[in-house]
């Protein structure tokens, strides 16, 4: 009787160790397949950052760009209206010398003809009066 129940107690443990085998084969295939999971869901949430965060520095260098492009524009347009002024400035500039100028020459010529005119006229004068003397 004792042989049997120690057989059978022989039985059973052999038939435990089995088991608890079975089960720990079965937790070691089940921990290496939430562990491959998870690496997986690792490996995607750490592609999923890097694409967010490239398409934020994307978005990023996209505003640099438009802010520069920006400054670089209104800069353009103030050196533009500057070269404008300083045009104007100097077409205004440049007018009113041609007016001096041609004021000046036309006061010259005005000075000439009166003098010629001066002289014609003295000369008209003493030839009246030496054809008055004539007659």
């Known amino acids: 009787h004792e042989r049997e129940h120690d057989r ?3 039985e059973l443990a052999a038939q435990h160790s089995e088991e608890m085998e079975k ?9 290496r397949h939430l562990l491959d999971e998870l690496q997986q869901q690792m490996a995607a949430t750490h592609r999923a950052e890097q694409e967010q965060a490239q398409l934020q520095s994307q ?5 640099e760009l438009e802010a520069l ?6 800069m353009h347009t103030s050196q ?5 002024s300083n045009l104007r400035k100097e077409k205004e500039t440049a007018l009113v ?5 041609l004021n000046d020459k036309r006061a010259q010529e ?12 003295e000369r008209i004068k003493e030839q009246c009066l030496k054809e008055k003397e004539d007659l």
């Not at 084969?25 to 089940?30: N, S």
């Not at 978005?59 to 505003?63: A, K, R």
Request: glycine content about 0%; hydrophobic content about 40%.
């Open 97 to 101: 010398e041609l007016r001096e100028m």
């Open 23 to 31: 089960l720990r084969a079965e937790l070691k295939e089940e921990q």
């Open 59 to 63: 978005t990023l260098h996209s505003l």
């Open 80 to 84: 533009l209206e500057l070269t404008q």
């Open 110 to 121: 005005v000075a000439i003809l009166q003098s010629r005119h001066q002289l014609e006229w």
């Open 8 to 10: 059978e107690i022989s």
């Open 69 to 74: 492009r920006l400054t670089l524009n209104n």
